[in-house]
């Protein structure tokens, strides 16, 4: 069974698409159809849930007395540090 629908196409893909025709002389239709099933099979835009992110927390190596609550003490050091 076969069901007419008609798809707005974004000017790059409809390019590419006639080319393909032209290339395997098949009918768009055809190459429309195998291009949607192998994007289909493949899972693209899939609803799968992506992997969960992960944070793994590292020792930062702060030199004793940075006071990361001290935004201006932390400035005063910057400005005080030598320029590599």
Known sequence: ??????LTLEDDVAARLRQEVRRQGRPMKAIVNDALRAGLAR????????PA???????L??????????????????D?????
Do not use: K, N, Y
Request: hydrophobic letters at 25%; proline letters at 9%; aromatic letters at 2%.
């Open 61 to 78: 190596g702060l030199r004793p007395g940075v006071d990361l609550d001290d935004i201006q003490g932390l400035l005063d050091r910057l």
């Open 43 to 50: 899972g693209d835009g899939s609803s799968d849930p992506a």
């Open 80 to 84: 005080e540090a030598p320029r590599r």
């Open 1 to 6: 069974m076969s069901e007419r629908t008609t």
């Open 53 to 59: 992110f992960r944070v793994e927390p590292r020792d």
